[in-house]
């Protein structure tokens, strides 16, 4: 089931789960799964940067992946393979994809700057992985400080066959959007699946500008499936309306360095986690940020009652 | 009437207004000086970056800084002076302060990195600037990419007794308020007071941590006059819940490099400025983003009405 | 005396002169017009970074490019006119050029990242000064952190006649001379002035690669004369000689940060500055590091007698 | 035979030898280490930047340090195991040090910016690491734009007595040898090892400045034991002609980016590498490239009779 530029709706960003000594905490791994089965998710992606990719060696990273795409079978499972060189991002892609993933995520390394740079590393990075398999372009400035432009991403798009999805997190990005639909529109690009991350700050009108979905690791994910099937569904208020009761929390958990503790400790408030810990390097969160999250968490209950915690 | 540490409440941060040819828009400036006053606004702060400082001429923010110390003459007024070279900073704060500013905001310029150097920089500023004008340090790394520990700005208040303000804008910044509170209350530092910037967007939970209110331009300063009312009463929910249903315009408002021409914009549909017109560079809004913004308008009409446009 | 492509040989970067207390030396800027003019410079770049051009007011400025206009008659005089907001560069533009300016000088500002905003930011900067004014591209990303691919510089020659030189200070920086050249010759870009700046690290060999001369501020400048008539003349060794009997202190002097009192230290040895006092803020020369600019002047002696200070 | 603070003379940062598709090429890695013990170095580094740790796998890395440790049995050898995560860190060094290795060298992740943050990271990686490792911190701002004050290496070196090296290559950095130097005479911090990298660049004044030694990839790691020799003994002018006679070709190989081609290749025109393959991604040297470092050897080997190429 490899992924196509047909996707749509809601790929989580999957944490990864650790014990408090840093193993990997496969059970809550299992939970996850069975989570985004259960909401409604229509993908998967396992290794992203908020999970915690760059702390995992080679073989913990396949196990992951492995143990994803065999609980969550129904869906199809990205596995963010970026690397520092291309040895590792072929062997990684080629294990992931032969356990059964549906394609990978490659972020841009913080080196490049220019255009050429950019469209340049994709291409080698193709020739690294195989031109065989499906590929999202990650396109997150505030983390990687590399700005693609919608060119860029043209260019990437048309040279190269296997680029299926943009995971779309520049901000702001708007227009970014709105750009690349035209492009599809006046036949200077085929078209590609547009889903959005950035926290998901933005995914109300990223749907309105043309965004397939969302593809980022907000701790309630089911409301992200629902915003997205009510904008779809042309129900625009409610989906504003449910979207708005969420965002003071979202507002939270997106922010730089710290956010990752909010969403896990989140996580396991809800039960899905089994505990909040992170690998060292790690941000914590202060018995008055947690405090915090707790009142959101309360305020949020009251506006969203599906999102009350049992 | 010099700025002190005992400044608090909200001091906007005024835009510039510009016709569209460029020219300041002496009679929106007025405008804005007799809102500030209305709403309840304890001070006024002018040339700072989104007041578009930087692509001022030197006389013209001489005259922007006078004009609106006459018109606002209840309110403080604190002026920008951040400048490449030391001449320039002492020259137009000597011009401001003789002009009745209250005192002056210093940025740190983008080249700093270490400690020793911010607090360097610093040193030298109250050297040009002159030991008796009352300063306010702006911590804005999104933008300048300086990162000023709670540890620097001790030792600024510390070694400069002319430092009575704080405009605190890192991101994630909550702790950061906990910290310098917990140094005026172990006797390792001064009380200052912090007002809070980054466009208001965790205004709720930082004055819940300490800050005293808000110094930032969102183009509902009313809401934040509001905001930090209820909140210094221990009204906290209802604080909450004024600040969140505006949350989704001002995170909208909140975009890099775009933010300013929302703020503007709407500023002009509230018929607080004649026009929206920036100097260049600048971002201008598409007719796509108008519309998003004519809609979170409305939206926000329902949730707090006296939020709607006459 | 208009700036053209046909320009060549070496334009010496001047230094700004200052007293110790800060004022402008207009002898010591007298002094070094003559120095230029008796050592067979070509051309005079003013108010560039090490210009300390950001440390002079509006006025200042003008001045100075007025007083270099008039002493170096027979030279042409660029002035550089960057400037954080257009009004301030067409203002600056318009006194130069009508004081007799050849042409003037524009960085990019450090916010731009993409190829299209690099274009654009020129194509305004156009507009702002006038489409008859010549100007040269400064393309210096150790220091303003933009990169400019030879496809952009391209552009920016291809969109704008008025665009007649460029300051080539990339480092490495070697392929885009080379680069560029092979545009002129496939027929894809008009041929423009490429002098190069970067401390004249890298003079040697970019002469052999097609550059037209230096625009750099050695404290030698007439080692820069000699080596780019030498290379031009086909005097290959004998270039490489002279380069490199200089590259010890050229290295020196090509630091961050402190390369510009170095600089100003060896022509105040030399007698052309009165003092090497900066603007502050400026990093300074510790007692050791004058001793070691000392032992290199003295080194410098012996293996190019006509470096010996009187 | 644990690396202690008493270290001297030359440590070369080993490049990591590869063959055309990819694979480690260990006869090569050999002839590299038979080199090293022949010119006189007191020490190897290996799995550092530029040795492309970054795209070598874990089992790879650890069977280099292995080979290199066994066939340079008389040398005590020094492993890079910088990594973004602790993990990783841990498991290289566990591993590294098993099998003999002397030390271990750690580079600040670019991520950090205050003082607190880079003295907390080199606390968390010597818990890591465990605090029985002798480690060597990596300075090195222009790579990986984290700048460490004196002050903060004190702070490092004072609270972390497994610290034993500096790896010194700040730019400007002469002052910062002489600063921490000086806290060494005061008696505020014990004495470390600083030997100097940065290419080289400085070495001739940075070992007047009190260095002990270079650790540096320069493909004449034989001049360098030979000017840190000269220096030591006294015989300045000496060190300095020899080390001049260098400094072309040197400046040429610290070019950012393509430097590392051109170690490589002079290195297999030596014949101690078999070729100058990198693994991707890198940057390759163009012909004119190539001609010119030939000339570079060519000039070199008038004034350096002994860097003649066979």
Request: proline fraction near 6%; charged fraction near 25%; glycine fraction near 8%.
């Amino acid at each position: 089931m490899p992924l196509t530029a047909d996707a749509r709706g809601v790929f989580p960003i999957a944490p990864t789960p650790f014990f408090e000594d840093g193993r990997v905490d496969t059970a809550s791994l299992d939970r996850l799964a069975d989570f985004y089965l259960a909401i409604g998710a229509t993908g998967i992606t396992v290794l992203g940067q908020l999970g915690e990719a760059p702390k995992l060696g080679h073989d913990e990273g396949v196990q992951i992946a492995r143990r994803m795409v065999v609980r969550a079978a129904a869906l199809p499972v990205v596995v963010g393979v970026s690397a520092p060189g291309f040895a590792a991002m072929r062997a990684l892609t080629q294990e992931v994809m032969a356990a059964g993933a549906a394609g990978v995520m490659i972020a841009p390394p913080n080196t490049l700057r220019t255009d050429d740079q950019i469209v340049g590393y994709y291409r080698q990075a193709v020739e690294a992985i195989g031109a065989d398999v499906p590929f999202v372009v990650q396109d997150y400035p505030l983390t990687f400080q590399v700005q693609m432009t919608p060119d860029v991403i043209r260019r990437i798009v048309t040279e190269l066959p296997t680029c299926v999805m943009l995971k779309h997190e520049d901000w702001p990005g708007l227009e970014k959007i709105s750009t690349l639909r035209g492009f599809e529109r006046d036949g200077s690009m085929r078209r590609i699946a547009i889903l959005c991350g950035n926290g998901g700050l933005f995914l109300d009108y990223e749907m309105e500008r043309g965004a397939d979905g969302a593809n980022t690791g907000y701790a309630f994910p089911d409301m992200l499936c629902d915003v997205v099937r009510l904008s779809i569904a042309g129900q625009r208020e409610q989906a504003h309306d449910l979207f708005d009761a969420h965002l003071p929390l979202l507002r939270y958990e997106q922010q730089p360095g710290v956010g990752l503790a909010v969403r896990k400790y989140v996580m396991t408030r809800r039960g899905i986690l089994a505990t909040d810990a992170q690998r060292k390097p790690a941000a914590a969160l202060s018995a008055a940020a947690r405090a915090e999250v707790d009142h959101l968490l309360e305020r949020l209950a009251h506006r969203d009652p599906r999102a009350a915690l049992r």
